[in-house]
């Protein structure tokens, strides 16, 4: 059970989405897929994320796995971030006890995203948005000081993302698996690459 969060002015239209639905849509998995579009606001984007968080939750303790067992709580889910959805999955993982992949995650998002209040685009539809002084307290809101059980969870940071600071990533998830990616850049365009090693974390102990 995978619930991708995409990041800041993004969508499930993004790449590393379509490139996760697809993997997961040819293993059979489908159903066990979850990729919103979150909301600007991010008390709102939570509660979208949450709700759909409990729906595979839920799904997971009615639906036999491969081996005819049930993969039931926690570890039945993994969410995946990417940049502002990596925060928000490392608060997720914290409430819900599941596991977390974040790509690129925003560690320090209420001060990084303090400077794009004001009028936006989505990057693949060119939609308008406003990105409320507001939401700046609701990332606050949310912050982790940090994870709990660094084995739940698993950092993919690119050395070359020109938008955040993969060594600021590194340091916070210190004592969690880790793969750090020299060179790339903030979208991981390479991340066909590691997509079997993220896969591989996402999906143990449930369906394979």
Not at 7 to 14: D, E
Not at 31 to 58: F, G, T
Not at 192 to 204: M, N, T
Request: contains cysteine; glycine residues 8%; proline residues 7%.
């Amino acid at each position: 059970m995978i619930l991708y969060l995409h990041g800041f002015r993004s969508s499930p239209a993004s790449f590393k989405a379509r490139l996760m639905a697809q993997a997961m849509a040819d293993r059979g998995l489908a159903d066990d897929w979850r990729c919103p579009q979150l909301p600007a606001s991010p008390r709102e984007a939570i509660e979208l994320a949450m709700s759909l968080a409990h729906e595979l939750l839920d799904r997971a303790g009615r639906s036999p796995g491969a081996d005819g067992k049930a993969a039931s709580g926690p570890r039945a889910l993994t969410v995946i971030g990417s940049s502002l959805g990596g925060y928000y999955a490392g608060w997720l993982a914290e409430q819900l006890g599941c596991r977390a992949v974040l790509l690129n995650p925003a560690v320090h998002a209420p001060r990084d995203l303090a400077t794009q209040v004001g009028a936006q685009t989505m990057y693949h539809s060119g939609e308008p948005f406003e990105f409320q002084p507001e939401f700046v307290a609701e990332l606050a809101a949310i912050e982790i000081e940090r994870p709990t059980r660094p084995e739940r969870y698993f950092l993919v940071a690119a050395t070359g993302d020109e938008v955040l600071d993969w060594q600021e990533m590194r340091d916070f998830y210190a004592g969690c698996r880790q793969r750090i990616i020299p060179g790339s850049d903030h979208g991981i365009a390479d991340f066909e690459k590691y997509l079997p090693e993220v896969l591989e974390f996402a999906l143990r102990d449930g369906h394979s």
